[in-house]
């Protein structure tokens, strides 16, 4: 089993920060890739932020510059760290991990965190 626990969603006003973070845990020999998506209501889940087992990452145009995606491999935690954020930003973010467990390589899910942005 493997469980990936998001924290740092909440209430930010425009222009604010977050710290989103999301754990890894249960039977892991290792992590490839891990991200971020979010999903507002009625619509579909769009990817945020991507990173590699060695780093490399990706944005979607509407946060780059903004948003900085990080990972702790020793901690099998990635981070999303969100600037100057937008009240279109507002969504569920979910984090995702691609989990190898000593026999399959299978993408994992957190439950979801929500993120509001609104004075």
């Known amino acids: 089993q493997v469980r990936l626990a998001e924290s740092g969603g909440g209430l930010v006003q425009p222009g604010g920060s977050l710290r989103l973070s999301c754990a890894a845990s249960?039977?892991?020999?290792?992590?490839?890739?891990m991200g971020w998506y979010r999903q507002v209501l009625g619509k579909e889940r769009e990817a945020v932020a991507g990173?590699?087992?060695?780093?490399?990452?990706n944005y979607a145009d509407s946060v780059k510059g903004r948003f900085t995606i990080s990972r702790d491999n020793a901690k099998n935690t990635v981070y999303l760290q969100m600037n100057s954020l937008k009240k279109e930003d507002t969504a569920v973010y979910y984090c995702?991990?691609?989990?190898?467990?000593?026999?399959?390589?299978?993408?994992?899910w957190g439950q979801g965190t929500q993120v509001t942005v609104s004075s």
């Open positions: 990173i590699t087992s060695d780093y490399s990452t």
């Open positions: 995702y991990a691609a989990v190898y467990d000593k026999v399959v390589t299978r993408d994992h």
């Open positions: 249960g039977s892991i020999v290792s992590i490839g890739a």
